[in-house]
């Protein structure tokens, strides 16, 4: 599902992936336009400093996800770990805990709190001549299996 660069409507569609489709585990990719063959695995979301216009010239009320909401919540996925042990060859593979302040970092915090921290977020690059589709869905593919795999360890 493609969300749109719109706090307000992004943060009802990640309500609605919550409510109606109750996954085990809820991945979000995020384009990181500066970041040249490089996959970014965000730990956690921020809920305050939202001060960045949307698409529609809109940020969210004092700056913040959730009102009631505590200022960061980690994901249930190590990210850490998994940034540890995976490896894609031809792409660099980097830990965060910083996924800016604007709609990435908002979804993410968004389906955190709503996914009781069931939810992941990855920054990609653009595609280009050295990046296909295929390739990034490739290594995608492979992070989200390894996650999979960390929430079937949970579950036992």
């Given at each position: 599902?493609?969300?749109?660069?719109?706090?307000?409507?992004?943060?009802?569609?990640?309500?609605?992936?919550?409510?109606?489709?109750?996954?085990?585990?809820?991945?979000?990719?995020?384009?990181a336009?500066?970041?040249?063959?490089?996959?970014?695995?965000?730990?956690?979301?921020?809920?305050?400093?939202?001060?960045?216009?949307?698409?529609?010239?809109?940020?969210?009320?004092?700056?913040?996800?959730?009102?009631?909401?505590?200022?960061?919540?980690?994901?249930?996925?190590?990210?850490?770990?998994?940034w540890?042990?995976?490896?894609?060859?031809?792409?660099?593979?980097?830990?965060?805990?910083?996924?800016?302040?604007?709609?990435?970092?908002?979804?993410?915090?968004?389906?955190?709190?709503y996914?009781?921290?069931?939810?992941?977020?990855?920054?990609?690059?653009?595609?280009?001549?050295?990046?296909?589709?295929?390739?990034l869905?490739?290594?995608?593919?492979?992070i989200?299996l390894?996650?999979?795999?960390?929430?079937?360890?949970?579950?036992?």
């Amino acid at each position: 599902m493609q969300l749109p660069v719109v706090y307000q409507k992004a943060k009802e569609q990640v309500f609605k992936i919550w409510t109606t489709l109750q996954p085990l585990l809820a991945v979000h990719v995020g384009l990181a336009s500066s970041a040249k063959a490089l996959i970014i695995l965000e730990q956690c979301g921020k809920n305050k400093g939202y001060q960045e216009m949307d698409a529609c010239g809109f940020h969210p009320e004092g700056g913040c996800c959730m009102l009631d909401g505590p200022e960061k919540i980690e994901s249930t996925i190590n990210m850490k770990t998994l940034w540890k042990n995976i490896s894609v060859e031809g792409i660099d593979i980097i830990f965060s805990r910083d996924a800016g302040r604007y709609i990435c970092d908002y979804t993410y915090y968004t389906s955190l709190y709503y996914g009781s921290g069931r939810a992941a977020f990855i920054h990609v690059p653009p595609l280009s001549k050295s990046l296909s589709a295929d390739f990034l869905g490739k290594a995608l593919q492979t992070i989200i299996l390894e996650m999979l795999k960390q929430c079937g360890e949970e579950r036992e």
